[in-house]
T-cell receptor, first 115, second 109 residues
Framework: NAGVTQTPKFRILKIGQSMTLQCAQDMNHNYMYWYRQDPGMGLKLIYYSVGAGITDKGEVPNGYNVSRSTTEDFPLRLELAAPSQTSVYFCASSYSGRGGGTEAFFGQGTRLTVV | SQELEQSPQSLIVQEGKNLTINCTSS?????LYWYKQKYGEGLIFLMMLQKGGEEKSHEKITAKLDEKKQQSSLHITASQPSHAGIYLCGADSNYQLIWGAGTKLIIKP
């Protein structure tokens, strides 16, 4: 069972470069999320999606974009990378939103460094 | 907005000892989740609590939600090296999960 798959696991970007973080889930979950985790901090929601074609901003959306063309995939796009975007990024999915009384499944994370 | 505060921020415990981690919410909790994170890995679901006074156990880990539904505790009995990691509490807040900053647990052999 693959669950939630994130790629890449590690990446170093130069300031101003762009990249896409990939996230795929095979559990047919409607809800998908992108979080960032800074050292000593909890998870901050960047964007989330309640289904294919529907996305919405979370707490810290600036500098990021998302799309959800299929149920399975939820890529996160970084445009014009900045040092402030150095973080660990987690993708998650769940059967329903609000936690839904069901657990959220997380990918293994992408460690991004912007230099 | 709702906030979750975890305490302590870090904890060093002798193997075999008991320990407790707390999670306090600024508002009433309608769904409280405990997750564990190991370095370089994603989050692993431990338990979910929804009802005031609810208590759940899995192996040597027990989680409780107080009657007022504003505080939860995670208790580990007879700690083992496998318990080491970062413990995060999360809570339902509209269509999002909000998170505490985490508690880093180190087990000394």
């Amino acid at each position: 069972n693959a669950g939630v798959t994130q790629t890449p696991k590690f990446r170093i970007l130069k300031i101003g470069q762009s990249m896409t973080l990939q996230c795929a889930q095979d559990m047919n979950h409607n809800y998908m999320y992108w979080y960032r985790q800074d050292p000593g901090m909890g998870l901050k929601l960047i964007y989330y999606s309640v289904g294919a074609g529907i996305t919405d901003k979370g707490e810290v959306p600036n500098g990021y974009n998302v799309s959800r063309s299929t149920t399975e995939d939820f890529p996160l796009r970084l445009e014009l990378a900045a040092p402030s975007q150095t973080s660990v990024y987690f993708c998650a999915s769940s059967y329903s939103g609000r936690g839904g009384g069901t657990e959220a499944f997380f990918g293994q994370g992408t460690r991004l460094t912007v230099v | 907005s709702q906030e979750l505060e975890q305490s302590p921020q870090s904890l060093i415990v002798q193997e075999g000892k008991n320990l407790t981690i707390n999670c306090t919410s600024s508002k009433t909790l309608y769904g409280l989740y405990w997750y564990k994170q190991k370095y370089g890995e994603g989050l692993i679901f431990l338990m979910m609590l929804q009802k005031g006074g609810e208590e759940k156990s899995h192996e040597k880990i027990t989680a409780k939600l107080d009657e007022k539904k504003q505080q939860s505790s995670l208790h580990i009995t007879a700690s083992q090296p496998s318990h080491a990691g970062i413990y995060l509490c999360g809570a339902d807040s509209n269509y999002q999960l909000i998170w505490g900053a985490g508690t880093k647990l180190i087990i000394k052999p």
